[in-house]
């Protein structure tokens, strides 16, 4: 399984950006995905998460500004940010937990994408 972020760049205060984040690379099926970010000198963060069945989890930095959606049919989850502030500039990683089934053998996973940069000026 991999996964292909895409939607960072620069955007002033009170801006929007939406991130992509799409998982390719075979039959398996994914569970929770979401998305963390790591600033400068600090630990990646959770962000947001969304499980397969819908249910959301958010940083409590972020609540009300962001909002996490996933389209199962195309693998792919996405993170909308609104009302952006400078101590959101980070790199952006999604990630997916996944499961695949090869010759009856299962194997479960958790895969990370590359990272996208947000830097939100002031």
């Known amino acids: 399984v991999q996964l292909q972020a895409s939607g960072g760049g620069l955007v002033q205060a009170g801006g929007s950006l939406r991130l992509s984040c799409a998982a390719s690379?075979?039959?398996?099926?994914?569970?929770?995905m979401g998305w963390h970010r790591q600033a400068p000198g600090k630990q990646r963060e959770l962000v947001a998460t969304?499980?397969?069945?819908?249910?959301?989890t958010y940083a409590d930095s972020v609540k009300g500004r962001v909002t996490i959606s996933r389209d199962n049919a195309k693998n792919t989850v996405y993170l909308q940010m609104n009302t952006l502030k400078p101590e959101d500039t980070a790199v952006y990683y999604c990630?997916?937990?996944?499961?695949?089934?090869?010759?009856?053998?299962?194997?479960?996973?958790?895969?990370w994408g590359q990272g996208t940069q947000v830097t939100v000026s002031s």
């Open positions: 690379g075979g039959d398996f099926r994914l569970n929770n």
């Open positions: 990630e997916a937990d996944y499961i695949v089934i090869t010759d009856g053998t299962v194997v479960v996973g958790r895969e």
């Open positions: 969304m499980s397969s069945g819908g249910s959301t």
